[in-house]
């Protein structure tokens, strides 16, 4: 009675989680593998509700017998509750030497039923996992992967089998951990911002920056963007970091303004954040926080491939912030493939130049091409244009003959903690080779 299921007797739970154990041991001793399949019967709720539970007490005992019968002598079938039954196949010399095993389980489960003037027929799902894995598992954690790929048979359509994929779920784990920790670091305040400053090379004047996210990691250090942003895109924490680095972009230029310095701020948001239906809605609400700071010292960076999804949505939401002031600028411009629709349908104020063509502009004629052909778009167009990834004076210099005055890379300053700026602007002078070729020019 401890053992058995009064009504099929079948091996029950207890009796199932002893069996797993031993056929385990035996497994590994064996250098072999065994197969645990979780199967649910597809509908019996709804015979139970319709024909009572006489009806479907009987169905669960003839099928339980069918199902038995598929089953090699040494193999297990367990009824672990209502229409649930666990399989422990042994002796298999490798995954796939079960599928008939587990074709069988399904047509057997699948079995018209003569019961009186009924005859009914159903079918199952089924999950079905390995041991040994790579990872050290226990009985239980077997019985949950089971489970877990059961339902993705029901998901798929029923009367079917599912494999558990140990390698998805290890990674999906990993992931799940660390959105965790990320959700944790933004609550216990380890996000900080950098800014990178963005001038005239003409006129010497230091026209804004860029804030970039940084995470303070207790045991990791300082970590770029690129370690843990792509972890929360499209998922709703990007949102909830994003609205924190408008936020204190805004409490930055509110200190930089009492100390006598008037900065316009740059943000990047991710394509995620900005087609939610309430982006400028939220943007209002995080300014109003705000009433120091003028929206038009605020500026958001697109990347041009995230405005691809949705034209007409993006469009409307840089209308929109547009009459509050709050200006945009597409990001990594050139690396797209619809620039030209981009220009004509996006009132963007801004073309960022994307940093590769900057880069290698002074050995590779294709890129200077290309950059020649930006810097006249925007000007055909009447958008402002700034290169990235000034790394040389050389760099700058060239940019400057192809009429490109607005820059930003390392050739200019790296990306510093908000504390270090002020110093820093108030001592930034244009390179002499900057300078000289202004005056040559006559400006």
């Known amino acids: 009675m401890a053992h058995f299921d009064a009504l099929t007797n079948l091996p ?33 709720k709804n015979i139970n509700d319709r024909h009572g539970h006489d009806v479907g007490d ?21 009824r672990i509750g209502g229409d649930e039954f666990v399989a422990v196949l042994i002796d298999l010399e490798n995954p796939a030497s079960c599928v008939p095993m587990l074709t069988r389980l399904l047509e057997a489960a699948a079995t018209p039923v003569p019961l009186g003037e009924l005859l009914l027929q159903g079918s199952a799902s089924l999950g079905v996992t390995f041991y040994p894995q790579e990872q050290d598992i226990d009985a239980d954690q077997l019985l949950r992967q089971a489970d877990q790929a059961m339902y993705q048979a029901k998901v798929a359509g029923k009367h079917r089998y599912h494999v558990f994929d140990a390698a998805q779920d290890n990674s999906t784990r990993a992931h799940n951990e660390s959105l965790k920790h990320i959700r944790l670091a933004l609550g216990q305040g380890e996000f900080a911002l950098h800014y990178q400053p963005k001038v ?19 045991e990791k250090g300082l970590l770029a963007p690129a370690a843990f942003l792509p972890t929360i895109e499209n998922h709703p924490l990007a949102v909830a970091v994003g609205e924190w680095v408008i936020d204190t972009a805004l409490t930055q230029i509110e200190c930089w303004h009492g100390l006598g310095l008037d900065l316009p701020v740059s943000v990047n948001i991710c394509a995620f954040q900005l087609q939610r239906s309430d982006f400028v809605e939220r943007l209002q609400f995080i300014l109003s926080a705000h ?20 034209m007409a949505q993006v469009s409307q939401v840089i209308e929109d912030c547009a009459r509050i002031g709050v200006m945009f600028a597409l990001d990594d411009f050139g690396t797209g493939y619809s620039s ?51 790394e040389t004076v050389a760099h700058g210099t060239a940019l400057l003959h192809l009429g490109c005055e607005l820059a930003q890379g390392y050739g200019i300053a790296r990306p510093m903690p908000a504390e270090q700026l002020p110093t820093w602007a108030a001592s930034w002078k244009p390179d002499i080779a900057w300078r000289e070729l202004s005056r040559h020019d006559g400006h």
């Open 291 to 310: 009433p120091q700071v003028s929206p038009t010292n605020l500026e958001l960076e697109v990347l041009e491939t995230s405005a691809l999804a949705d």
């Open 200 to 218: 005239n090379m003409r006129s010497g004047k230091v026209i804004g920056a860029e804030a970039l996210i940084r995470w303070q990691h207790p």
């Open 12 to 44: 029950n739970r207890v009796l199932l989680a002893d069996r797993l154990q031993q056929a385990m041991a035996q497994v590994k001793r064996r250098g072999q593998q065994l197969a645990v399949a979780y199967l649910d019967l597809d509908g019996f």
């Open 340 to 390: 030209l629709t981009y220009l004509k349908r996006l009132h963007v104020n801004v073309l960022k130049i994307d940093q590769s063509f900057v880069r290698d502009m002074l050995n590779d004629p294709d890129d200077l091409t290309i950059l020649e052909g930006i810097i006249g778009l925007a000007a055909a167009f009447r958008r402002q244009v700034i290169a990235e990834g000034v």
């Open 58 to 78: 009987q169905l669960l005992i003839t099928l339980s017998d069918a199902m038995k019968n598929t089953l090699r002598e040494g193999d297990t079938l367990a």
